[in-house]
Structure formats: structure tokens, C-alpha cells
């Protein structure tokens, strides 16, 4: 395996953790067993797509400007310093818990198009797909393994929530988890950060 994809996947399936409409609409559906697997694929795929438009863009680049690469580094890691102390405030503070929801079920078509709503119209998801995962792959020199990394988390994570939901569900009702969670995604990307303003 090459030494570039853990660092991607980590750095993926951390970004993907976050609570959000979208992840909550993966697990209420995923609660019903409802069109789980379309669902979940339209999710990743479009990850897969982000992912590889910021490696490639990013990349690119990087090559042609030799400044860019650290300009990116110091960036990436200011950013992921930022996020991480986010994580941790909200493990401190608490107070966040995740609602299946009881409304009605929606076809197939519906769901997708709310997913696609919750993907491609949040303005989140290109900052960390597109910016985010883009600039750091600039650090290594196999940036489609670390784009594979980082696309292979959202693969992992969007299936194992929406096929796993009866038994995540109870967990993450409760605030506790979260914080938990929480906690666990502020090292995370801490320990992302430290890797980049050490390592390069």
C-alpha cells in the first residue's frame, strides 16, 4: 500500500465525521432501509469527484509554482488547527445529538435529489474536498494515493453509516457520543496539522 493513502484516509474519514444535514439524512434513511445503497453511492461518488478535482488542480499547480506548495502546507495546517479546536470546543461545551426524524418516506428519485442537495449545496464540502484534500496532496509526491485514501474514507464511511444505522443510531441520539467524537476528530486533525508543519 503506498505510504500516501493512510494519510489520506485519515485525513478523509476525519473531515467526513462532522455532524451535518447530509449525514443525518444517510442515517434516517439508512433507519428505514430506504434506498441505502444508491444513497449512499451518490454520496461517495460525488466525494470521489471533489477529491479528485482538488488533487489534480491542486497538483498541478504545485508543479508549476514552486511557491505555492508550502503556501498550501501553511495553510492546510493553520485550517486544520482552526477545525481541530472547533471539535475539541464542541466536545467541551456538548449539547449536540443527532435525530433520525419520523417523516414520511420519500421515492427514489426524492431521496436522491435531497442528497445531491446536501452535497453539491454545501458550501462546506468544497472547502474540504476541493481545498483542503487538494492543497495537502500537494505535499506528497503520490497525490492519486492520497486522493484514493481520502475518496476510499468517504467510500467506507458513507456505506458503513447507512448500512450500520440500527445500531449507530442509539448511540449518537445521546449527546455523550458526540462529544466523544468530537473529541476524537480535534486530535486528529491536530496530529494532521503537526505532520505538515513538521514534515515539511
Known amino acids: 500500500m503506498p505510504a500516501a493513502f493512510l ?23 439508512g433507519l428505514r432501509r430506504e434506498h441505502v445503497f444508491w444513497i449512499c453511492l451518490t454520496c461517495a461518488l460525488s466525494d470521489a469527484v471533489l ?13 508549476a509554482a514552486p511557491w505555492f506548495g508550502p503556501l498550501m502546507r501553511w495553510g492546510g495546517a493553520a485550517f486544520l488547527l482552526w477545525y481541530g479546536a472547533a471539535s475539541l470546543r464542541a466536545a467541551w461545551t456538548g449539547g449536540a445529538a443527532l435525530k433520525a426524524g419520523c417523516d414520511q418516506g420519500l421515492t427514489l428519485a426524492a431521496a436522491l435529489a435531497t442528497v445531491l442537495a ?48 440500527g445500531l449507530l443510531a442509539p448511540v449518537f441520539e445521546r449527546p455523550r457520543a458526540w462529544q466523544v467524537l468530537d473529541f476524537v476528530i480535534g486530535l486528529t486533525m491536530w496530529a494532521i496539522a503537526a505532520g505538515l508543519l513538521w514534515g515539511g
Open 51 to 63: 477529491i479528485g478535482a482538488g488533487v489534480a488542480g491542486f497538483g498541478t499547480l504545485a508543479d
Open 118 to 165: 446536501f452535497t453539491w449545496l454545501n458550501p462546506h464540502v468544497y472547502l474540504d474536498t476541493v481545498v483542503l484534500i487538494g492543497s495537502i496532496s500537494a505535499q506528497y509526491d503520490d497525490r492519486l494515493a492520497f486522493g484514493l485514501g481520502a475518496a476510499s474514507a468517504s467510500f467506507v464511511f458513507f456505506f458503513g453509516l447507512g448500512y450500520g444505522a
Open 7 to 29: 494519510p489520506g484516509f485519515a485525513l478523509g474519514f476525519s473531515l467526513i465525521l462532522a455532524i451535518g444535514a447530509q449525514n443525518a439524512f444517510v442515517l434516517r434513511q
